[in-house]
C-alpha cells in the first residue's frame, strides 16, 4: 500500500511534464549562448568539444586524430550535435534542453516525495532553473559539468524515494540506470565519479545495516551490468580503430599525472588524507565567495535538509553528505582548480524546493479565504523573477545579436578566401574558429590546452609546422604578437566580452597569413 501511494506522489501529470519543459526550454534558450538566439558560442572550451565531435562525424578518431583531454563520451555528444547542425550549435542546445528538463523533472519529482505541492507551486521551478543556470560558472554553455549534473539529480532522487519508501535501498531497475549513468559520467570526466561512490558506499551502508545481503547482490551486479552496456561499445569503438593506446594516454594519463602540477602546501596540509580534504574545502569555499550567487544556492540546500522529517532525516543526512563529500574529493584533487569544476554540485539544488513548497501550504492553509489572490500574487511574482533573472544573466549582451558580432565569423570572410584553407589558433584555445570557416583541423595539436610546459610533443608539433610554412592561417590571442619569418599579420581585432567573472573585458585575436 506504502509503495503504491510513493509512486502515485512521484508521477507527474501531463499538465506538469508540458509545464517543466517548457520552462527548461526556455530557461536554456535565453541564457546559453548555443541556442539561436545567441549569434555563436564563444566559449572556448564548448567549441574544442564541437571541433572533436565535427571531426568525428568526418571519421577523425579522438585523442588518435585530434588531441583533446576530456571523455570520448562528450565528443560523441557532440557529434550527434554536429550531425542536426554542423555549422552552428543548435544540436549542442537541444542537448542541453534534455538535460535541464531531466533537472526540472527530477528536482519536481524529489519535492514531491517530501511533499503535496498544489500546482501553483510548480512555478518555483522555473525561478530555480532560472537561478540554477544563470550563476557565472554556468559561463556561455556547453561544458560538462552542465550536461552532467542532472544526471546526479536523478540519482539523487533514487536514493530520496528509496528513504521514503522505507529501507533505503533503490530498486533493481534503478540499479541498472545507475550503472549506465555512472558509466556516462566516467567517460565524459571521470573526476565525476565521486558522487556514485559515495552513493554505492551508503547502498551498502544501508544493504549491510539490514543484513539484506542477497538485494545487496542484486543491486551489485545490475548496476555492473549498466556501467558495462554503455562501457563496452566505446572499448570497441576505439578498438576498431586502433586507437586505444590514444585514449589511454590522452584521457587517463596525461590528465592524471600532466594536467596539473601538484603544489606543496605546506606542513600538516600535505598529509595525504588531510591534503584532499584540505583543497576540497579550500576549493569549495573560495568559489563560492567569488561567486557568491552560487554559494547562496548551495547553502540553500544544505539548509534545505532541516526540512525533511525527523523519521528519515538521518538517512537523508547520510546519503547527502557522503555523496556530496565525495564529489567534492574527486572533483578537487590539486592546490589548483578550474572555476566551473564545482558547478557539478548544482545536482541538489532541486531539494531546495521542499521548504518552499512547505511555506506556500503553510500560507495557503492560514488563508483560506484568500487562496485565489495568494495563487495570483505568488505566480506571479515568480514570473516576474525569472524573467528577470533571465534578462540579467551574464551573457544577455550577445542575445539576439548579429554573427558579425564575434570575430570569429568576421576572421572566416577572410580565411574562406583560400580553398580548403589550414589554419591552427596558437596559444589560445579553439575559440571556434574552426567552425566558424567550416574547417576541420589538419594537425593532431589544433589548439592550446593548459598542458604544454608538462607535455612538449604539442608544441614541438605546431613549431615544426609553422617553420614549414604548413598553415595558410594562424590564429593567436591579440596579447599574442608572433614574429615569424612565413607569416604576416594581416587581421586584428577585439570583441566586447562578458569573461566568466561576469565584467566586461575586451577579447581579441590576431591573424597571421603564410607569406
Known sequence: MKDRKLKQKGSLSRTELIILIVSAVVTITVVSTCSPLFPFNPWD??????????????????????????????????????????????????????????????????????????????????????????????????????????????SLYFGLKAIAKGDGLPGN????????????????????????????????????????????????????????????????????????????EAYFYNNIFLYHSTMPLGGIKDLPVIRNIYIALYCTIAISRSYPEFGIMFLLSVASLFSFGKKIYRKVWFLYFITLAATLLTVFTKATFIYYYVYIIAYSFGIILIPFIKGLEYISKKMKERSQLIKIVVVSFIAVCFALTLLLGKNSYLLLQNKDKVAQFRYAETINQTPDAKILTYDVMDSGFYTAAGLLPSNRFFCFLNIESNYPAILEEQHRLIKEGYFDYIITSYFCEEKWDNYELVREETDEYVDYTGVKALNGFRLYKRK
Open 173 to 248: 531497475g534503478e540499479a541498472f540506470i545507475c550503472g549506465i549513468m555512472a558509466a556516462a559520467l566516467f567517460w565524459i570526466k571521470y573526476t565525476f565519479m565521486g558522487f556514485m561512490a559515495g552513493f554505492c558506499l551508503y547502498i551498502l551502508v544501508m544493504a549491510l545495516m539490514q543484513k539484506k545481503f542477497a538485494k545487496l547482490w542484486s543491486l551489485v551486479w545490475r548496476f555492473i551490468a549498466g556501467f558495462a552496456a554503455l562501457s563496452v561499445p566505446i572499448l570497441i569503438y576505439f578498438l576498431a580503430n586502433g586507437a586505444l593506446n590514444s585514449l589511454w
Open 45 to 154: 572550451d564548448a567549441n574544442c568539444f564541437f571541433t572533436l565531435g565535427r571531426g568525428i562525424i568526418h571519421g577523425k578518431v579522438p585523442y588518435r586524430d585530434l588531441y583533446e583531454q576530456k571523455g570520448p563520451l562528450l565528443y560523441f555528444l557532440y557529434a550527434l550535435a554536429a550531425l542536426i547542425s554542423e555549422k552552428s550549435f543548435t544540436g549542442a542546445w537541444i542537448i542541453e534542453c534534455v538535460m535541464a528538463s531531466l533537472f526540472a523533472i527530477f528536482s519536481w519529482k524529489t519535492a514531491k516525495l517530501f511533499t503535496d505541492p498544489p500546482l501553483y507551486a510548480i512555478s518555483l521551478v522555473p525561478l530555480l532553473l532560472g537561478l540554477t543556470y544563470t550563476v557565472r560558472v554556468f559561463n556561455f554553455g556547453g561544458n560538462a559539468e552542465e550536461l552532467c549534473f542532472p544526471l546526479l539529480t536523478i
